[in-house]
């Protein structure tokens, strides 16, 4: 719990400083002490507290009252005693009485006008953050009003696409209004006068000033008041304009910076949620194979076999061995594209249609289910690209499309010359993948759900293929919509 002070009355503070005023001059006539005493003094400490406390009003009150009291007493000593060094001494007090009073009282009164114009400016930068825009402003109008002693002011900022929002909603500036002219020029516009047809009798004066940060027009604030506006107070409104646009911008900054940190944390999240994935993948897909060697390999050692059962288990060793040696391939793929030296390529002018065709038969010749068709117009223009990656590139694709579409369908494997390049397309007529997932699928460790029949995989093969083509000073694109098929284009630098 914590003991506050209750705060003192205004009207106790005023009664205590004229006490001391009426103590001073009291004491000063009592003692007999003449215009000199030091005792004055105290007039100088009660105009400064005035001062301090009252600001202007305070100050000059308080001087006004010791002037008063003290100058019958000053002046009675004049004709008793002459001008002599004490009376001097008693004029001086009375100046500096005044000048202490009023310049102490103006500089406080500037200070609170400042403190206050922060104030407002941190109130703004709370109303115009993390809150609707068309909320913010009216929160922000409400400062500025009370800052400004206005009878009304309106707020009306450019939003993200473009239009106009002010406090009210969406509603754009007029066009011809006062308000749009000065967005349009960026300079401020004062009307001192009724505006024509104003029944008013004491018609409002308005001042429109631009809201600019950066050298840019972000809005307008108009400011209504019958009194009407300095010189002076003009310039501060306008100073306050800026003040205002940069809470505007700070507010815009910090929302984009917030949503970027929370996408940014998604992502991560989401990153952490599929490497956990992955490993449990990884772990799975290590286990299988070495499970089928230790059990053939017992097989072999322990049980004795016919030549033909031996054969047949080699192979399977053989074949799951092969398999082990991809994975392994696949995981420092990963490290490659993780440190990203994706790889050593050596681009050179080559002829791609043989480069498909031989990708083809290899698959043909590893006894895959499905129907090979490659396509190239005669005379295609070489492509620079190292041959190797292209090889691997090719073979990531195709493997997918055989993967993730039904034995006995068609994959087509297609190149053609677009511009400055040679753009190479793997097709196939299996499942398509979900439009939700396609924006990811080139991401590390990315499965798309419910792919294809339980197609085995690490998630590794397409981010590795962009890595390859982006390394190549190429690109890669899909086209593929759920039981529609997926066509993935890589397009190549070709020779000039
Ligand atoms: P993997 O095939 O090992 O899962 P990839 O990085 O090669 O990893 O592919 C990522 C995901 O993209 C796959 O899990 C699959 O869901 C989807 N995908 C890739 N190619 C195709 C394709 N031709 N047809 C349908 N889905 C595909």
Not at 126 to 137: D, M, Q
């Amino acid at each position: 719990m914590t003991l506050r002070t209750p705060p003192i009355p205004a009207a106790a503070e005023w009664a205590g400083l004229g006490a001391l005023v009426l103590a001073t001059t009291a004491t000063i006539a009592g003692r007999g002490a003449g215009p000199g005493t030091a005792i004055r003094h105290l007039y100088v400490v009660a105009a400064l507290v005035g001062a301090l406390r009252f600001g202007l009003a305070g100050g000059v009150a308080v001087a006004a009252l010791a002037v008063l009291l003290d100058a019958p007493l000053l002046l009675e000593s004049i004709e008793t005693w002459g001008l002599g060094a004490a009376a001097a001494e008693g004029c001086v007090t009375v100046a500096l009485v005044v000048v202490a009073g009023g310049l102490a009282g103006a500089l406080v009164n500037r200070a609170r006008r400042r403190l206050d114009r922060y104030q407002t400016v941190l109130a703004l930068q709370r109303a115009l953050a993390g809150r609707p825009l068309a909320e913010g402003l009216l929160l922000a109008g409400a400062a500025l009003r009370r800052l400004l002693r206005a009878e009304a002011v309106e707020l009306a900022v450019r939003g993200e696409d473009g239009a106009w929002v002010g406090a009210r909603g969406r509603r754009p500036l007029q066009p011809g209004s006062a308000g749009a002219w000065v967005a349009e020029r960026g300079r401020s516009l004062y009307l001192p006068d009724a505006p024509p047809g104003a029944r008013s009798a004491s018609p409002r004066r308005v001042l429109v000033v631009p809201l600019v940060a950066g050298g840019q027009a972000l809005g307008v604030a108009g400011v209504a008041r019958r009194l009407g506006f300095s010189r002076d107070e003009r310039a501060a409104i306008e100073a306050l304009g800026a003040q205002v646009a940069l809470a505007l911008e700070n507010a815009r900054l910090r929302d984009d910076l917030e949503s970027r940190i929370a996408a940014a944390t998604r992502r991560l999240v989401e990153l952490d949620r599929a490497k956990s994935e992955f490993v449990a993948i990884a772990s799975h897909e290590l286990r299988t194979p070495l499970t089928s060697l230790r059990g053939f390999s017992e097989l072999l050692l322990f049980r004795r076999c016919r030549e033909e059962e031996q054969r047949h288990f080699l192979a399977v060793i053989h074949a799951e061995a092969e398999r082990l040696g991809r994975i392994l391939d696949d995981l420092l793929d990963l490290a490659r594209i993780e440190s990203g030296q994706c790889a050593d390529l050596r681009p050179a002018p080559l002829a791609v249609a043989p480069v498909l065709r031989a990708r083809a038969e290899a698959f043909l010749a590893q006894g895959a289910t499905h129907r090979f068709r490659v396509a190239a117009p005669a005379g295609l223009p070489a492509a620079l690209v190292d041959r190797d990656a292209l090889e691997r590139i090719l073979t990531n694709l195709v493997s997918n499309a055989v993967k993730y579409s039904p034995a006995g369908s068609e994959v087509r494997l297609l190149a053609a010359a677009t511009g400055p390049r040679v753009e190479i397309a793997v097709e196939d007529d299996g499942a398509g993948i979900a439009p939700d997932a396609l924006p990811r699928i080139f991401d590390p460790y990315y499965r798309a759900p419910g792919g294809g029949r339980g197609a085995r995989g690490l998630g590794l093969g397409l981010a590795l293929v962009k890595s390859l083509v982006e390394a190549s000073g190429g690109a890669i694109r899909v086209d593929s919509a759920p039981g529609a098929g997926s066509r993935f284009t890589v397009s190549l630098p070709r020779v000039p």
